[in-house]
């Protein structure tokens, strides 16, 4: 049994950072049910090319483990469906503006009033509070602003975003943390809680030692490309045929490293004898490893700094990482049976647990696929019902799900 059977999630998110929070959850074992517009869906089902069977591969690859029921918000009845739904949830999800909810009906004290062990969490651009709060927040403008994309590129180049959507991407996993503490901390007082999570707090976070440095200094730190700010020589060099990364992480490396280069002299020289003397030495330094580097092909500076020890990584593609073996052989690409796109393939969750073997999942659903399914298991409501819903356009049913009667 996984470590979230038996918990109820209500996914009112779209687009990524929503999503992908309760993609987590499914992945250990919560039951997610995805509220999505019913004309249309979720915004990221448009999302492409490329399309699969009529599903964007950007909506296939962070919707798996979830069921979907298709419920317009803008009729009475559709909230009035959502507020019952909620009253037999765990969890409530949701990355709508500042404000929807409560104009909806929907706010987390009127919830928690009907139930209250309901967790509800909300996911912001910028908060809940503040002058920006209201201001639409996407990934892009959450990279600029949180000032990771000043940091990041070359130095004699523009900022530059990370090549993933990584503020909504790191936005889910601290929400999907968060909304797990709030479960545990219910096991002890039996109430839920309202977690408000923002993009741009989240981006922040990761400044960590390049706050630190400004803190201690009262300097920002400057785009450095692909070397680190304490750490020399920690960067990526261009060998004979192509790229690869040198992690000369501290003292004892070094000396390997030299070794592995054969310049017994560089590891003896007083100006590069500590970390910190590499690091204001840098200048100098870099470029007699470069150059060394670049004489010989990738794979013999792999095969011999794997043998010594020495931190290394190969540059790989997209499609070279989605084919490593030693992912590969972890579990980490899943098959998926759809209904439409045939196979679908995503990455795993990278959490292992003991006692668990190879992981079912179900597959990103169709629009709508499960409306009748959980309206009726749920909260009772029956075939005929289930129709004149359709036909008040409240909801959105696969016809060959609707039970008769």
């Known amino acids: ?157 523009p900022p530059t975003k990370i090549g993933t959507s990584i503020a909504d991407l790191l936005t889910g996993q601290f929400a999907s943390q968060g909304i797990t503490a709030a479960l545990l901390e219910r096991t002890r007082t039996g109430k839920g809680r309202h977690i408000d999570v923002s993009m741009l707090d989240c981006m922040a976070s990761l400044l960590t030692f390049n706050a630190g440095i400004y803190f201690t200094t009262g300097r920002s730190p400057e785009r450095r490309g692909n070397t680190h700010a304490t750490i020399t020589p920690y960067e990526t060099f261009k060998a004979s045929d192509g790229w690869l990364n040198i992690g000369v992480a501290n003292d004892k490396f070094w000396r390997l490293f030299c070794e592995v280069i054969e310049r017994p002299d560089l590891a003896a020289d007083p100006r590069y004898a500590k970390a910190a003397d590499r690091v204001r030495s840098r200048g100098e330094l870099v470029p007699v490893v470069a150059d060394i580097v670049s004489t010989r092909p990738r794979g013999h500076w792999i095969d011999r700094l794997r043998t010594a020890g020495v931190p290394y990584g190969d540059i790989r593609s997209v499609g070279e990482t989605c084919e490593a073996e030693q992912l590969t052989s972890r579990g980490m690409v899943i098959e998926m049976p759809h209904p439409t796109a045939g196979t679908v393939k995503n990455i795993n969750s990278p959490l292992r647990f003991d006692d668990q073997g190879n992981d079912q999942h179900t597959p990103p659903p169709l629009l709508g696929q499960h409306t009748a399914a959980v309206l009726h298991e749920l909260l009772g409501i029956s075939g005929d019902r289930l129709h004149a819903l359709i036909s008040l356009g409240v909801v959105r049913c696969r016809e060959a799900e609707i039970p008769h009667g």
């Open 1 to 157: 049994m996984k470590p979230l059977a038996g918990i109820r999630v209500l996914d009112m998110s779209r687009v990524v950072s929503g999503p992908f929070c309760s993609m987590l959850l499914g992945d250990l074992g919560a039951e997610v049910i995805k509220i999505e517009e019913p004309e249309h869906g979720d915004d990221s089902r448009s999302f492409g090319p490329p399309f699969s069977g009529g599903e964007s591969a950007y909506f296939l690859s962070i919707n798996r483990n979830k069921s979907s029921c298709a419920i317009n918000l803008r009729k009475a009845e559709g909230v009035d469906i959502v507020r019952r739904l909620a009253k037999q949830s765990d969890v409530l999800l949701d990355n709508f503006r500042p404000g929807t909810m409560e104009r909806l009906g929907l706010d987390h004290s009127k919830l928690r009033a009907a139930n209250p062990s309901l967790i509800t969490c909300s996911i912001t651009g910028f908060g809940q509070k503040g002058k920006d709060a209201l201001r639409p927040g996407y990934d892009l403008i959450i990279q600029g602003e949180s000032g990771i994309m000043d940091i990041t590129g070359d130095p004699n180049g």
